[in-house]
């Protein structure tokens, strides 16, 4: 789960920085994880500040990673962040999936230009 946080604060500055891995806005989760058809979320860069995170109790964090309660399945999607946050509120799906700009960030966007390499 650390790609999210990753993300959130670091994940926008693949703009600047090709060599980090980071988000190029293409990147969704859907409203619910095991329908194909349902809503997709996708991710901003227009988060301006912390006003709650996603659920950290076990099943969350299950629901989150696994899309469902199936703590067997493939965990590589990370595709339960909206359909969790949703359970939540009904904000809080964009919320999960907002990260902030270069530019909001200034002292770790800085620190990272320093770094050769993520």
Known sequence: ???????HVLGWL???RPDIDGLSGSESNRVSASDPNSDEVFVSDDAVFIDSDPGHSF???????FGSN?????PAPMNGFV??????????????MSGF????LPVYTGLAKRVRRF
């Open 1 to 7: 789960m650390e790609n999210r946080s990753f993300d």
């Open 59 to 65: 099943q969350a964090i299950r629901e989150q990673i």
């Open 70 to 74: 199936d703590s067997f399945a493939d």
């Open 14 to 16: 693949k703009s600047s």
């Open 83 to 96: 359909q969790q946050a949703k359970g939540m509120s009904e904000t809080m799906s964009k919320t999960v």
């Open 101 to 104: 700009k270069p530019s909001l």
